[in-house]
C-alpha cells in the first residue's frame, strides 16, 4: 500500500518569509513517482514538479525548490520570499507502475501582506 | 494551453434526486480519471478510465453511482440517488498514459452540495 503523509495541515507566514512544506511518502515499490500540486481557492489543481525515484537531484523552479531523500522518504518543497499569490492548498502525492495517485491530505498555505 | 473542462462549476440538488457531471479531456489524453475530494482532504480516485473502459472503479460505490466515457472523449459521472454525504468537489483529470509518472492535469471541478 501507499501512503503519503503531509503533517502539517495549516502554515501561515508573512509575505517574504521563507517556508517548507514537508512531505512523506510509504511505498513498496523500487520505482515510484513524486508529485506536488497548487490548489488555489478557485478550487483547480495545477501541477507543479514530478520527481522519479531514481534522481534524487534537488530541484530549482525560481523562488521553487524540492528536496527529494530518499533515505528519508521525504520529498520537501520550499517557497523562497514567499508571496500572498503562494496562498494556496499545496498536495504531494506518490504512484507507481499503473497504481492510483495517492495524495496527501494537503497543507494550506497563507500568506500574508 | 489545453485545458479540461468540467461542467457545472456549482450544483445544489436535494437529497434523492439523480445528479450528472461532464468532462472533457485534453485532447489526445488516453487516460480520464474522476476523483471526489471532501473538504480538508486529498482527492480521492472514484473511477478510472483507459479509452472507453474502467480500469479501477473499486473506490466507486455502484449502488448510485456510475460513470461513463462511451467514445473515449468525455465523460460523465452521475449520482442517483444524492445523499447529504455526497457533498463534495468533483474532479476530472486526464493524462498521456496510464503509467505512473505521467501527470495528470485538472479541470476545475464541480462542487456539489446536496440539501
Known amino acids: 500500500a501507499q501512503k503519503v503523509t503531509q503533517a502539517q495541515t495549516e502554515i501561515s507566514v508573512v509575505e517574504k518569509e521563507d517556508v517548507t512544506l514537508d512531505c512523506v511518502y510509504e511505498t513498496r515499490d523500487t520505482t515510484y513517482y513524486l508529485f506536488w500540486y497548487k490548489q488555489p481557492p478557485s478550487g483547480e489543481l495545477v501541477f507543479l514538479i514530478r520527481r522519479n525515484s531514481f534522481d534524487e537531484q534537488n530541484e530549482i523552479s525560481g523562488r521553487y525548490s524540492w528536496n527529494f531523500q530518499k533515505s528519508t522518504s521525504s520529498f520537501n518543497f520550499t517557497i523562497t520570499a514567499s508571496q500572498v499569490v503562494d496562498s494556496a492548498v499545496y498536495f504531494c502525492a506518490l504512484n507507481s507502475g499503473y497504481s492510483t495517485l495517492t495524495f496527501g491530505k494537503g497543507t494550506m498555505l497563507l500568506v500574508s501582506p | 494551453e489545453a485545458e479540461v473542462a468540467q461542467s457545472p462549476r456549482y450544483k445544489i440538488t436535494e437529497k434523492s434526486q439523480a445528479v450528472a457531471f461532464w468532462c472533457d479531456p485534453i485532447s489526445g489524453h488516453a487516460t480520464l480519471y474522476w476523483y471526489r475530494q471532501i473538504l480538508g482532504q486529498g482527492p480521492e480516485l472514484l473511477v478510472q478510465?483507459?479509452?472507453?473502459?474502467?480500469?479501477?472503479d473499486s473506490q466507486l460505490p455502484k449502488d448510485r453511482f456510475s460513470a461513463e466515457r462511451l467514445k473515449g472523449v468525455d465523460s460523465t459521472l452521475k449520482i442517483q440517488p444524492a445523499e447529504l454525504g455526497d457533498s463534495a468537489m468533483y474532479l476530472c483529470a486526464s493524462s498521456y498514459s496510464r503509467q505512473g509518472g505521467s501527470p495528470l492535469h485538472f479541470g476545475n471541478g464541480t462542487r456539489l452540495t446536496v440539501t
Open positions: 478510465f483507459q479509452d472507453e473502459s474502467v480500469v479501477d
